[in-house]
Every structure is written in C-alpha cells, then in structure tokens.
C-alpha cells in the first residue's frame, strides 16, 4: 500500500486563531475539518484505528470542542482510505516519470505475532532530487520461501508498473529473500543491507567461547532487574546515594543491532551501583536464584569488548541513514575500520586479538575481497558511485561536474546496474 504523503505535518499541528475562524464558517465545515485533521493525525503518527474512541481522548475533545462529535473508527478509516485513493495517482505519476528506482524490502512480525512485508521504492527525479516513499506493507500469511517471496515482491512491482525499471533491490541475508531476489528477473541486482551484513559478522565475533559466557552473565543480571521490583530499587537508590545517572539497565536482544554493545556500556556506567547491591544481604531475597557476582577479569573482558564494539555501533548507525546517501561511504569506510581499529597491536591481549581476527575476516569477504567485476563484465554503478563520489567531495568546478553527471545518466540507460546509481550527487554537491 503506498504511504500517505502528506505534507510535513508540525505546518499544520497549530492553526492560527484567525486562520481557523476564517475557515470554519459553519458548524458543518468545523466537523469535517476537524475530522480530516484527526484522520491525518492517526495515519501519519500510526495510530491505531480506534484510537478517536478512546476515553480521555473523547474527555478532551468534550473540553476542547464542546460542541464536535468525534467520529468512530470506520469514519476514520474511510477518511484514510479516501486519502490513499487521493495521493495514488500522484506517487502513480511521479513513478511514471522515472526512469529508474530502486527497491528496499523486508520482513517483520507484529507484537501479535502477524507477519507482515513491506517494500519501499527510493528514485531520482528529473530535477535529481530523491524521493523515497512506501509501495506496500501487508499481510503475508504463507510461508516464507525463496519462491513465494519472490512472487510477492513481482506481484507488487507488477500492480505499480515498475518491472522495467528496478536496477536493485537492498535486502537481509536471510537465505529465502536472497534466494527470491537472485532468482528473479525483475528486481534488478542482489545487494545485500550493509547495516545488517555488518551486524551478522558482529553476531559471529560474539559467539567465541571467551565473550560468550560475559554475554549471558550480564544478560542475565540485566533480567533479573527487569523482573524484579525490589531489585530495581535498590539499584535506583544506590544510583543515587552514588550519585550516578539514574539510568535503567539495557537487554541485549539479537534482532535489535548494537544491542549487546548498548547492554554492556550501561551496565559499566552502572557498575558501583551494581557492585553495592551485589555485597547486600537485604536484597538476597530478591535474587535468591541468581549470583550477580561478577569477577574483575570479567568486568575487563566487559571494558574491553566495550571499546572494540564501540566504532562498529558509530559506523552502523551512519550506514543506517535515512537522511543522506551511504553507498560511496561503504568500501572505505569498512577499509578505515580495518585499518583504524581491527590492526593488531603489541598490547593486545588474547581477546581482542581473537575477537579482530574474526571480525577482521568476516569484513573482508563480503566487502573487501568478494566483487562483482571479472574479465566477463563491466564496472558496476556501485563502484562508479564510490570513485565518482571521492571526486565530488574534494572539488571539482560546476562544468566538470555536471559532465560527470551527463557521463553517469548516459552510463546508467545502457547499462542498467548498480543501486541508488545518481545518488551520490545530491543537491549539496550541484550548488
């Protein structure tokens, strides 16, 4: 389904009393206004349906707007489907007139457990500025194999009219959907999430026997706290006999990226806290099943690992973006933290010299070393976005530039790979 496109919303979140006067010239206009405001408020903010039935949202409303009816959840659910029906034909139009998109697809479960796909499609237009917007989220009740996968995501490009114009497609490294995109002819070129190949070579590092049991025992502190009201506080008031930042502890979960770096830098800054209640004996009965004694060497291991994790959680959170554009940075950004951070040195103990060898490894396969480029084929728009990218960013004047922009266009109606191919020329560079 595509996104409701509306305009920035904080525009709009504050009427003037004048401008609101001169619109509402009747008790009629006042309802549908108010009513088409609140129906953009759950669509864009995601709230859920019935949200206007809400109790102390309908006391409020009573207060604000004595004399308005707030209207139920198939009144707000019409206005939003009036409103897709309304921007369609623009995303439609805009989509038409655009060469060549790419695409960016994913997988994910509801807290009641639904599964849901959603795929967004990211292009330039001819004024070579970039728009991104939803394509669809919907339910996806089948099995998630590579076949089925891949015939949703053609269904979808066939329903928008985009099966000519898909150069790639940025995906997970589940098995299934790399399977579904490399199998098939209309999503264009297989290109792995940056953000999450990351994550997945951080996930092996931490797997090694020496970090493992760290892991679990700092996990399992953290559980404990969460579970346990008398041991939460204690931990607050010893925060704040101690002075500390009265911060809760943090629980590392696999799917959320960086979360075992975000667990163990909290439980650092919280470590006399920690410490304190560990030596009561009043809080014993609170963790009768648990030792929350951590040793000396582990709260080292625990430093250690906190200062080897910390430029992978920087590097992940600028690949993850939304705002700027991050395939030129990949190459030489993975290059600089080998370089920069994963180098051995002299006083390297046995952890970190095992946990930079994994890591070290498992960076340089799929960025480094592995490439598309053979003696059978061309120079992919990725790497052009890199090389061209360099070139922007030191200084070029505004005629060599808009030549390389001409050469780039020209390369990419012939050659048709590559992913976010005009990106890396964004408005910034051209003025």
Same mark, same amino acid.
């Given at each position: 389904?595509?996104?409701?496109?509306?305009?920035?919303?904080?525009?709009?979140?504050?009427?003037?009393?004048?401008?609101?006067?001169?619109?509402?010239?009747?008790?009629?206009?006042?309802?549908?206004?108010?009513?088409?405001?609140?129906?953009?408020?759950?669509?864009?903010?995601m709230?859920?349906?019935?949200?206007?039935?809400?109790?102390?949202?309908?006391?409020?409303?009573?207060?604000?707007?004595?004399?308005?009816?707030?209207?139920?959840?198939?009144?707000?659910?019409?206005?939003?489907?009036?409103?897709? $029906?309304?921007?369609?034909?623009?995303?439609?139009?805009?989509?038409?007139?655009?060469?060549?998109?790419?695409?960016?697809?994913?997988?994910?479960?509801?807290?009641?457990?639904?599964?849901?796909?959603?795929?967004?499609?990211?292009?330039?237009?001819? /004024?070579?500025?970039?728009?991104?917007?939803?394509?669809?989220?919907? /339910?996806?009740?089948?099995?998630?194999?590579?076949?089925?996968?891949?015939?949703?995501?053609?269904?979808?490009?066939?329903?928008?009219?985009?099966?000519?114009?898909?150069?790639?497609?940025?995906?997970?490294?589940?098995s299934?959907?790399?399977?579904?995109?490399?199998?098939?002819?209309?999503?264009?070129?297989?290109?792995?999430?940056?953000?999450?190949?990351?994550?997945?070579?951080?996930h092996?590092?931490?797997?090694?026997?020496?970090?493992?049991?760290?892991? /679990?025992?700092?996990?399992?502190?953290?559980?404990?706290?969460?579970?346990?009201?008398?041991?939460?506080?204690?931990l607050?008031?010893?925060?704040?006999?101690?002075?500390?930042?009265?911060?809760?502890?943090?629980?590392?979960?696999?799917?959320?990226w960086?979360?075992?770096?975000?667990?163990?830098?909290?439980?650092?800054?919280?470590?006399?806290?920690?410490?304190?209640?560990?030596?009561?004996?009043?809080?014993?009965?609170?963790?009768?099943?648990?030792n929350?004694?951590?040793?000396?060497?582990?709260?080292?291991?625990?430093?250690?690992?906190?200062?080897?994790?910390?430029?992978?959680?920087?590097?992940?959170?600028?690949?993850?973006? /939304?705002?700027?554009?991050?395939?030129?940075?990949?190459?030489? $950004?993975?290059?600089?933290?080998?370089e920069?951070?994963?180098?051995?040195?002299?006083?390297?103990?046995?952890?970190?010299?095992?946990?930079?060898?994994?890591?070290?490894?498992?960076l340089?396969?799929?960025?480094?070393?592995?490439?598309?480029?053979?003696?059978?084929c061309?120079?992919?728009?990725?790497?052009?976005?890199?090389?061209?990218?360099?070139?922007?960013?030191?200084?070029?004047s505004?005629?060599?530039?808009?030549?390389?922009?001409?050469?780039?266009?020209?390369?990419?109606?012939?050659?048709?790979?590559?992913?976010?191919?005009?990106?890396?020329?964004?408005?910034?560079?051209?003025?």
């Amino acid at each position: 389904m595509y996104r409701v496109m509306m305009e920035s919303p904080k525009k709009h979140c504050v009427l003037r009393k004048t401008k609101f006067h001169s619109v509402l010239s009747s008790p009629a206009d006042q309802t549908e206004v108010i009513t088409t405001a609140l129906s953009k408020m759950v669509a864009i903010d995601m709230l859920p349906i019935f949200f206007s039935e809400n109790r102390i949202f309908n006391g409020f409303i009573d207060i604000a707007v004595p004399r308005f009816n707030v209207p139920g959840r198939h009144t707000i659910g019409s206005n939003i489907q009036r409103m897709y $029906l309304d921007v369609k034909p623009m995303l439609e139009e805009k989509l038409d007139a655009t060469s060549y998109t790419a695409l960016i697809t994913n997988a994910w479960s509801s807290r009641s457990t639904k599964s849901f796909v959603t795929v967004t499609v990211h292009g330039i237009d001819s /004024e070579w500025k970039w728009f991104t917007f939803t394509l669809e989220t919907i /339910e996806f009740a089948d099995r998630h194999t590579a076949v089925t996968s891949r015939e949703h995501r053609e269904n979808i490009l066939l329903r928008c009219n985009l099966s000519n114009k898909i150069v790639g497609i940025v995906h997970d490294n589940a098995s299934n959907i790399t399977c579904a995109v490399r199998t098939s002819k209309s999503v264009g070129e297989s290109v792995p999430c940056v953000a999450h190949t990351l994550q997945c070579a951080i996930h092996r590092g931490l797997a090694l026997e020496e970090l493992k049991s760290v892991i /679990e025992k700092v996990s399992s502190i953290v559980a404990h706290f969460k579970h346990s009201n008398v041991a939460t506080t204690a931990l607050i008031n010893h925060q704040r006999s101690l002075k500390l930042l009265e911060h809760r502890l943090i629980q590392s979960c696999r799917a959320r990226w960086n979360s075992t770096f975000y667990m163990l830098e909290r439980i650092l800054e919280q470590r006399q806290a920690v410490c304190a209640i560990d030596n009561e004996t009043t809080s014993s009965c609170a963790r009768s099943s648990l030792n929350m004694k951590i040793s000396d060497s582990g709260w080292r291991d625990m430093e250690i690992l906190g200062v080897l994790l910390k430029p992978f959680e920087r590097l992940t959170t600028v690949m993850s973006s /939304e705002n700027e554009v991050t395939i030129l940075m990949v190459r030489p $950004l993975i290059h600089s933290m080998l370089e920069n951070y994963m180098t051995l040195n002299t006083d390297d103990g046995p952890l970190s010299t095992t946990f930079k060898n994994v890591l070290s490894e498992e960076l340089r396969n799929p960025f480094l070393i592995a490439t598309s480029i053979d003696e059978h084929c061309n120079v992919h728009a990725v790497h052009l976005a890199i090389f061209l990218g360099t070139i922007i960013s030191v200084t070029v004047s505004r005629k060599n530039l808009f030549s390389l922009l001409a050469f780039f266009k020209f390369y990419l109606c012939f050659k048709c790979v590559g992913i976010f191919v005009g990106s890396p020329f964004s408005n910034k560079y051209l003025y």
